[in-house]
């Protein structure tokens, strides 16, 4: 069952699926598009946890794939996850099918066809995975700036009225990160080349598995990693090459904010563990004073800007920022506790985010304004999305009982052990979470009902089984989230060992009387 090529099935069905709905007749049925696009992303959710099933909780690559590919760069089309990689890639195949069902009409208004704007979420998934999985650096690349095409379309096709300016910030931004990570990649192949880490015949090699053997030195392997991380911090994103997330979140459908918050900008803090730690960690155990630095400023900057917004997907693109702050946060703290609390908050703010961005995406349709000061005392008139709002709310907060809330406490525990003063900074992300949280639902589903949201219907069957899905899992991980925290741990104790870093051991204070020793 592992010889089986698991991953380039998952890759292949979702991109074949797009073609499929992107060449259906337009107007024989219209719901066509819609169906089988559902259809594929469900066989390979299918399909994937049939994969999950043969996991094998050990921390190495599983589902491995290895074949050349362009022998003159050394680069391979290779594949494989481990614990990781393969709780990402679960992340995008569950949300996929979430955010088509939630999104059936969003792409009936847009520049393009809908078979264009469900073509494009199927080529996402696809690529998304394909990222995730891949084990070659050469590949890693090609798909990490494939995955710009699709959001770039679904942005300025099917967004807001400043949709063309948002695709357009957004496409440059990341452009100009792949641009500098290119450099690096430049770099790879000529030190790879000057290293026995390289092929057998002395020739450079992109494998991830050999270039993780090769010492690059001190100022060569500072120099790649800083390649590598301003893209990682660009896509992530953090202060300060963030600002065209909210610009983006601000004018994009929801479904398409989703795809882009929960899965596309994981690639970020995913290459900061698989590339800077694994393959750079000299490099990035010089770096994280900054690092650290910056990413305690993002946490508490995303915060105080989403309390400050009034546009409701504008708020919850800051919140992000300041989310993946706590991420970048475990991630360069180095022990154990900090980095598992930071994969598993990958997956976790995946979930809350997409029922936030969902259920206010609802909402603002319904109303036909995003900002907040139009609305107020929903919860009389729509009780059953105000309830599921409060919910996917206070998951972004981290109430304890939610998933979001194990993942924040672990890397809260990794960053004391490895600064106090960085700690105390973190935790004020928390108190201010929960007044920009509180304060969006105070203030639009309290008080008085105004007259513009008297009529506003409750959510329907389609969108409840939409959201459905990604609240159960919420709850249950928020209970019980052993099965996940026992496929990423492994690869943690392997990224540590690869990094050198131990945990710290436990100092217990002698509390024996003066003179009993005597």
């Known amino acids: 069952m ?67 590919w362009i022998k003159t760069f050394g680069a391979h089309y290779a594949l494989g996850v481990d614990g990781i990689g393969l709780s990402l890639v679960l992340l995008t195949v569950i949300l996929t099918p979430v955010v088509l069902l939630a999104s059936w009409n969003d792409g009936d208004n847009g520049r393009w066809s809908p078979n264009a704007f469900f073509a494009w979420m199927l080529a996402m998934e696809g690529l998304a995975v394909g990222v995730f999985a891949a084990t070659d650096v050469f590949l890693f690349y090609v798909l990490f700036e494939a995955t710009l095409i699709p959001i770039y379309f679904l942005v300025g096709g099917y ?16 452009l100009a990160g792949g641009l500098v990570m290119l450099a690096s990649v430049i770099g790879l192949y000529v030190e790879s080349a000057q290293h026995q880490g390289g092929r057998a015949d002395g020739g450079a090699t992109y494998l991830v598995s050999e270039l993780a053997k090769i010492d690059f030195g001190t100022d060569v392997g500072r120099w790649l990693f800083v390649g590598f991380f301003i893209a990682f911090a660009v896509k992530a994103p953090m ?11 601000q004018n994009a459908t929801p479904g398409t904010s989703v795809l882009l918050v929960s899965v596309l900008d994981k690639i970020g803090t995913f ?41 409701i997907p504008r708020l919850i693109g800051y919140t992000s920022v300041s989310h993946f702050g706590f991420i970048v946060l475990g991630i360069f703290v180095m022990n154990s506790q900090g980095l598992s609390g930071a994969n598993l908050y990958m997956f976790n703010h995946g979930l809350s985010t997409a029922a936030l961005f969902l259920v206010t995406g609802f909402l603002i349709s319904r109303r036909g304004s995003a ?9 009389k008139v729509a009780p059953v999305l105000a309830g599921l709002f409060l919910v996917a709310g206070l998951s972004s907060l981290s109430l304890p009982g939610l998933s979001p809330f194990v993942s924040e406490f672990l890397v809260i525990v990794g960053t004391f052990s490895h600064s106090e003063v960085a700690a105390a900074f973190a935790v ?85 009387p003066e003179g009993a020793h005597e």
């Open 239 to 249: 202060f300060p090459v963030h600002t065209w997330l909210p610009d983006t979140t």
């Open 371 to 379: 900002l907040i000061s139009d609305f107020g005392g929903v919860e």
């Open 2 to 68: 592992t010889d089986f090529p698991w991953l380039s099935v998952l890759i292949a069905v979702p991109i074949v699926g797009a073609i499929v709905v992107q060449a259906l007749p337009r107007r024989a049925n219209p719901a066509a598009p819609k169906q089988i696009a559902l259809g594929v992303s469900l066989l390979t959710l299918v399909l994937t946890l049939v994969m999950t099933s043969a996991y094998k909780t050990d921390g190495g690559m599983q589902f491995t794939e290895q074949h050349e």
């Open 271 to 311: 290459g900061m563990v698989r590339f800077c730690l694994e393959l750079f960690p000299e490099a990035s155990k010089w770096a994280t004073p900054v690092v650290v630095t910056l990413a305690v400023i993002s946490i508490i900057y995303g915060a105080l800007m989403a309390i400050g917004s009034d546009n």
């Open 428 to 512: 004020s992300g928390i108190v201010l979470a929960a007044i920009y949280i509180l304060l969006m639902y105070q203030r639009t589903m309290t008080g008085p009902t105004r007259a513009e949201v008297a009529g506003m219907r409750d959510l329907g069957t389609r969108e409840v089984v939409a959201l459905a899905p990604v609240l159960l899992l919420i709850l249950v991980l928020g209970f019980f989230p052993k099965p996940l925290l026992s496929v990423i741990n492994p690869s943690v104790d392997h990224t540590m060992s690869q990094v050198g870093k131990q945990d710290p051991a436990p100092t217990v204070a002698d509390k024996t």
């Open 159 to 174: 967004g807001g009225p400043q949709r063309a300016r948002a695709a357009v910030k957004f496409l440059l931004f990341s």
